[in-house]
Nanobody, 126 residues
Framework: QVQLAESGGGLVQVGGSLRLSCAAS????????MGWFRQAPGKEREFVAV???????????SYADSVKGRFTISRDNAKNTVALQMNSLTPEDTAVYYC????????????????WGQGTQVTVSS
């Protein structure tokens, strides 16, 4: 059983930056694809970014079109953490951000992730 805990959310002004972190425990972290999703009020949870790793390819990432060039996902297998660096934030990025873990390779659909954290709120004010 994998446990996930997000941190780093908060209030930021338009154009600002935030760095989210997700700490994992209870599994072999390097085996898991780690994804970030977000859910805005009144909307469904949507894919943001995912990162998977293996010894042949290293880290492979995928991003939603809405965050490409602004967000960067990274992982530290030694520390069992995954981070989401968010730059050039807009009010449309306001949401609860969730970290998920999966044994699949870079999936972008919510139902591919059996493990979730509790979420962290990101609010971008104008």
């Amino acid at each position: 059983q994998v446990q996930l805990a997000e941190s780093g959310g908060g209030l930021v002004q338009v154009g600002g930056s935030l760095r989210l972190s997700c700490a994992a425990s209870g599994g072999t972290f390097s085996n898991y694809g780690m994804g970030w999703f977000r859910q805005a009020p009144g909307k469904e949870r949507e894919f943001v970014a995912v990162i998977s790793w293996n010894s042949w390819k290293g880290s492979i990432t995928s991003y939603a079109d809405s965050v490409k060039g602004r967000f960067t996902i990274s992982r530290d297998n030694a520390k069992n953490t995954v981070a989401l660096q968010m730059n050039s934030l807009t009010p449309e990025d306001t949401a609860v951000y969730y970290c998920g873990a999966t044994l699949q390779w870079t999936p972008t659909t919510e139902n591919a992730y059996p493990y979730w954290g509790q979420g962290t709120q990101v609010t971008v004010s104008s």
